[in-house]
């Protein structure tokens, strides 16, 4: 079964408006941690934000921001104030169980992000 | 922030030969590194976890004995792809957790071609 599910393969945002990139994920272990990485053309990936799932509200880094349903098991990105360097593929992913140094990340399918001018 | 210096950045291979991709912490020591590869337009795929001074974990479906993972120390380690074949064609990518809690740190990759 999927662990990360990004449904949206594809999207499109305007120059300065606010776009929001969807992810679930399903896990039964209690303490899990999410990440939203970015991967422009070049290759790199680059950390984004961080929601524990113990944490309280919602994580918030400049203009990204999470969404966390923790009852829907959803953790969407928002990206607010689009930039056209916001142009590149976006991965959320998922680590289990307790934090400690050896916990594997797992990744989505990823979402293309392209803003226009 | 944690640096991660990873290389051959891209290394174009025949078909038979080995090629060594080397990830380097730079400024902080860290015993778990993770592998991961991409392929085209695609997520990534963890291919092992290796630990500093011991054997490496590998992922259902990757052949130990093909993607030969050193972890000698706990600022480098090394991804072997042996007698490579054009399927082993990929983006291979290193990342390294440096604290409890930490999101991971990744290398820039290595675009592997076999020719």
């Known amino acids: 079964a999927q662990k990360i599910t990004q449904t949206q393969p594809g999207m499109f945002v305007q120059e300065k408006e606010a776009v929001t990139l969807d992810c679930t994920y399903d896990?039964?272990?209690?303490?899990?941690?999410l990440f939203w990485y970015k991967q422009p053309s070049s290759g790199e990936m680059i950390f984004l934000i961080y929601?524990?799932?113990?944490?309280?509200q919602n994580a918030t880094e400049g203009r990204y921001s999470l969404n966390f349903q923790k009852a829907r098991k959803s953790a969407n990105l928002v990206i607010s104030a689009s930039q056209l360097g916001d142009s590149a593929m976006y991965f959320c992913?998922?680590?289990?169980?307790?934090?400690?140094?050896?916990?594997?990340?797992?990744f989505g399918a990823g979402t293309i992000l392209r803003v226009k001018s | 922030g944690a640096v991660v210096s990873q290389h051959p950045s891209r290394v174009i291979c025949k078909s038979g030969t080995s090629v060594k991709i080397e990830c380097r912490s730079l400024?902080?020591?860290?015993?778990?590194m993770f592998w991961y590869r991409q392929f085209p337009k695609q997520s990534l795929m963890l291919m092992a976890t290796?630990?500093?001074?011991?054997?490496?974990?590998?992922e259902q479906g990757v052949e130990k004995d093909k993607f030969l993972i050193n972890h000698a120390s706990l600022t480098l380690s090394t991804l072997t792809v042996t007698s490579a074949h054009p399927e082993d064609s990929s983006f291979y990518i290193c990342?390294?957790?440096?604290?409890?809690?930490?999101?991971?740190?990744f290398g820039n990759g290595t675009r592997l071609t076999v020719t």
């Open positions: 929601q524990g799932s113990y944490d309280q």
């Open positions: 290796s630990n500093e001074g011991s054997k490496a974990t590998y």
């Open positions: 400024d902080f020591q860290a015993t778990t």
């Open positions: 896990t039964s272990d209690p303490s899990y941690g």
């Open positions: 992913a998922m680590r289990e169980g307790l934090v400690e140094y050896g916990n594997k990340l797992v």
């Open positions: 990342a390294w957790r440096d604290r409890i809690n930490s999101p991971l740190h």
